[in-house]
């Protein structure tokens, strides 16, 4: 049997479970010899593959560029899996959408709270407009695993990348589940 | 006092006449979840968590007002509870706003606990993100509606512990929120004595103390059961 072909994505979050993925430290090399990383922030591919057997996706969808990147993962992985709160839930980003529409929250960000050129990121095709409302992963699409956390614990991680490499999905439960 | 035998999830359990499933239940060592129920406060079924079936009866019933009696058969774990029981919690966490990893209640909430007792790997219901509002008038204490999942915990335990009876809650359905004294700020409303037990009462970080940062909330609610302890049976015990 060949590796599994195995990606990780950062939409919008801050990268934290990405390091907490890191924080798997040896085991990683015990990994490594079961998976191929074919796309990932921590790796060098440009365009996200065809063929991914499974997909972690840390972030909320909080934009354009989010969303279209995350129907092509989608079409593209067998396996798709949020991984850590902001993909659960929306956690963080999802904080704006209490306060409404996105005018108001770029004018205090960009503008009320600058201290020089308070204006908006407009740049058509390289800054891609923010959705009216951050989702959680799975109301955009459909998710076969959750890896709920704020960073998920390497243990957690851990738990569901065994459940993955034995060719499973991965089902936590008990306090593996807890948010936060 | 008359002593009831009944079978609760196929064991024979006895309990006194009067005591609630959920006290029958807890003390056979068969835990119902809770939310609302708080040790000492009367019991109003508002979280709907404790729900039980009962033989020859359609319909679910809160374990923590439904008295025992003699004969009665109960299953507090079924299949069709524990599915209830997490869309609960799901609806919980979609009708507020709820940030765990940035609320100071982080690691000592009984909402987040839930959410893993249950099996909540997601929400299945989308998020509504209401608009609500943050009240730090008070000198000493704050309350974050968007974390408020209507207990009623912290009126109760105002009313009937503390006796200043502060808080109430006003509106209705996703409008309703708990107020203090008719609707004022916390700050002004002056039957507040500021004992500081609707903050231990209260299950999430809604009623918190001001100058409490993330995860740095710890609450104890058996100061309250110390309490009410005191009063019943006039002994300082824990």
Redesign the interface.
Known sequence: MGKIRFASVWLGGCSGCHMSFLDLDEWLIDLAELVEVVYSPIADAKVFPSNVDVTLIEGAVCNEDNLEVLHTIRERSRLLV?FG?CA?????P??R????DVDPILQVVYVEAADAQGQYPVESGVVPPLLP?VR?V??CVR?D??I?G?PPSADRIKAALEAIVAGETP?????????? | MAVITLKINGKDVTAHEGQTLLEAARDANLPIPTLCHLHGLSDVAACRLCIVEVVGTPRLLAACVTRVADGMEVSTNTERLQEYRRMIVELLFAEGNHFCAVCLANGNCELQNLGAAVGMDHSRYEYLYPKRSVDITHERFGVDHNRCVLCSRCVRVCDEVEGAHTWDIAGRGGKARVIADMNKPWGDASSCTTCGKCVQACPTGAIFRLGATVAEMQKDSSRLELIVTAREKRQWVR
Request: hydrophobic share 35%; net charge neutral; aromatic share 4%.
């Open positions: 949020s709160d659960v839930t929306g956690n963080v999802a904080m959408n209490p306060l409404g409302r959680p799975h109301e998710v695993a959750f709920s704020c089902h936590l439960t008990g306090s593996q589940l807890k948010a936060g």
